[in-house]
């Protein structure tokens, strides 16, 4: 058999969906493969890709007499890129068990070594030590990847500089915003206001002025209806029904979507984003829908555990990174740090790790309490990019929207 039944999936899902392969890079590299040729294919997939080449059974298996794979056929790749036997999504936990199986064949072969030089006694005891540890350390480190590749500046200055706008003003693909909130305020409210007014192709704050009999009217401003994903860990089917139905069906009529066919939702079941299948699931449904944004969370439901510190915040961070990486803008919620006294002095930065404070884009907590009529938006961390518009404070709306600009 050609290499394990890991590196062929590893394959396998990369032949049915090439995008995989930037989140396979950071778990494995060619030195990996037990079969060097499925090694060669790995790198070769990625070439493909780089070089914005059509990747798929056929095409790689064309590529075999350049790469020099020999004893290999298209038939062969075919079956291990069976949708019925391998899951895109799962690239990186695949590329994960194959990093795996490496690193337990070289501690063996380390271990063997030791066994076999001291019983023959041939060579001290420190020489033998050094070489093992020079062997475990190459496992560790692994071959280069190749990945890090750089660009003159005067290129990067030539390279057209233009905003990829999912929500004009407020978000950008790859933007990951954290809201907080205290209990009450109104951070669940307000992210469903963001996902079902521009699902609908309706601004979630900025109005238009119209003058009819002597009076103002404000409309929200159109634009392009955005496709949405929720992952809600917390609230249940029924809570997000009771929540939305009426905006949703004022959306429709004055939209130019209609949010009940732009949107996607997942209610009511907690997720732990650090578990490969969970994480997989995500990207699958990624795959199937392709949405502009992901309105995914609590952070504290999203794992398995409390997020503490910096060792439980990481792998939670590269988990949402891999999905901002699919071009997508991300919302999430966060609980804000219990506080006593003065509510406009509490400290609305998410509980646990220091790490999530940094990270997203932007960082707002909605100030106040929950009755107050003006709620302060308050950037908890500094905004990165100054040309988003937020807004200083936000009003309780009057009509069908919870929240307009205060």
């Given at each position: 058999?050609?290499?394990?039944?890991?590196?062929?999936?590893?394959?396998?899902?990369?032949?049915?969906?090439?995008k995989?392969?930037?989140?396979?890079?950071?778990?494995?590299?060619r030195?990996?493969?037990?079969?060097?040729?499925?090694?060669?294919?790995?790198?070769?997939?990625?070439?493909?890709?780089?070089?914005?080449?059509?990747?798929?059974?056929?095409?790689?298996?064309?590529?075999?007499?350049?790469?020099?794979?020999?004893?290999?056929?298209?038939?062969?790749?075919?079956?291990?890129?069976?949708?019925?036997?391998?899951?895109?999504?799962?690239?990186e936990?695949?590329?994960?068990t194959?990093?795996?199986?490496?690193?337990?064949?070289?501690a063996?072969?380390?271990?063997?070594?030791?066994?076999d030089e001291?019983?023959?006694?041939?060579?001290?005891?420190?020489?033998?030590?050094?070489?093992?540890?020079?062997?475990?350390?190459?496992?560790?480190?692994?071959?280069?990847?190749?990945?890090?590749?750089?660009?003159?500046?005067?290129?990067?200055?030539?390279?057209?500089?233009?905003?990829?706008?999912?929500i004009?003003?407020?978000?950008?693909?790859?933007?990951?915003?954290?809201?907080?909130?205290?209990?009450?305020?109104g951070?669940?409210?307000?992210?469903?206001?963001?996902?079902?007014?521009?699902?609908a192709?309706?601004?979630?704050?900025?109005?238009?002025v119209?003058?009819?009999?002597?009076?103002?009217?404000?409309?929200?401003?159109l634009?392009?209806?955005?496709?949405?994903?929720?992952?809600d860990?917390?609230?249940?089917?029924?809570q997000?029904?009771?929540a939305?139905?009426?905006?949703?069906?004022?959306?429709?009529?004055?939209?130019?979507?209609?949010?009940g066919?732009?949107?996607?939702?997942?209610?009511?079941?907690?997720?732990?984003?650090?578990?490969?299948?969970?994480?997989?699931?995500?990207?699958?449904?990624?795959?199937?829908?392709?949405?502009?944004?992901?309105?995914?969370?609590p952070?504290?439901?999203?794992?398995?555990?409390?997020?503490?510190?910096?060792d439980?915040?990481s792998?939670?961070i590269?988990a949402?990174?891999?999905?901002?990486?699919?071009?997508?803008?991300?919302?999430?919620?966060?609980?804000?740090?219990?506080?006593?006294?003065?509510?406009?002095?509490?400290?609305?930065?998410?509980?646990?790790?220091?790490?999530?404070?940094?990270?997203?884009?932007?960082?707002?907590?909605?100030?106040g309490?929950?009755?107050?009529?003006?709620?302060?938006?308050?950037?908890?961390r500094g905004?990165r990019?100054?040309?988003?518009?937020?807004?200083?404070?936000?009003?309780?709306?009057?009509?069908?929207?919870?929240?307009?600009?205060?």
């Amino acid at each position: 058999m050609a290499g394990t039944k890991a590196e062929q999936m590893l394959l396998g899902a990369l032949l049915l969906s090439p995008k995989m392969y930037p989140f396979t890079t950071e778990e494995v590299s060619r030195a990996d493969f037990t079969d060097d040729r499925l090694g060669i294919i790995y790198e070769g997939i990625g070439q493909m890709r780089s070089a914005g080449n059509h990747v798929d059974s056929i095409t790689v298996a064309d590529a075999f007499p350049e790469w020099d794979v020999r004893g290999l056929s298209m038939v062969e790749l075919m079956t291990w890129a069976e949708p019925q036997e391998v899951y895109p999504g799962a690239a990186e936990t695949y590329a994960r068990t194959v990093r795996t199986d490496a690193l337990n064949r070289s501690a063996q072969f380390v271990a063997q070594y030791l066994m076999d030089e001291t019983r023959d006694g041939g060579s001290s005891p420190a020489d033998l030590i050094t070489k093992a540890r020079g062997l475990l350390d190459a496992a560790i480190d692994g071959a280069s990847s190749n990945r890090i590749k750089t660009k003159l500046l005067g290129e990067l200055l030539e390279m057209e500089d233009r905003r990829d706008w999912v929500i004009p003003g407020m978000l950008e693909r790859q933007d990951r915003l954290i809201l907080t909130a205290g209990e009450g305020v109104g951070k669940s409210t307000f992210a469903r206001q963001i996902v079902v007014m521009s699902s609908a192709g309706l601004h979630p704050l900025l109005r238009d002025v119209e003058i009819k009999n002597s009076r103002e009217w404000f409309s929200p401003q159109l634009i392009s209806p955005v496709r949405v994903l929720v992952i809600d860990a917390e609230n249940s089917e029924l809570q997000w029904r009771r929540a939305v139905r009426k905006m949703v069906e004022e959306a429709k009529r004055i939209g130019n979507a209609d949010p009940g066919e732009e949107i996607r939702i997942a209610a009511g079941r907690r997720i732990n984003l650090t578990k490969g299948s969970d994480l997989a699931d995500i990207h699958r449904l990624v795959d199937e829908h392709k949405p502009d944004l992901l309105y995914i969370g609590p952070l504290y439901k999203a794992t398995d555990g409390a997020i503490t510190n910096d060792d439980h915040a990481s792998p939670l961070i590269k988990a949402l990174d891999s999905l901002r990486e699919r071009g997508l803008a991300l919302i999430m919620e966060g609980h804000a740090k219990k506080g006593e006294g003065n509510p406009d002095t509490r400290d609305l930065r998410p509980r646990g790790s220091a790490a999530l404070t940094g990270w997203p884009e932007f960082g707002i907590g909605i100030g106040g309490e929950q009755n107050d009529e003006i709620a302060p938006l308050i950037h908890w961390r500094g905004a990165r990019d100054t040309n988003h518009m937020w807004p200083k404070n936000l009003r309780r709306g009057r009509d069908w929207w919870p929240f307009e600009i205060g």
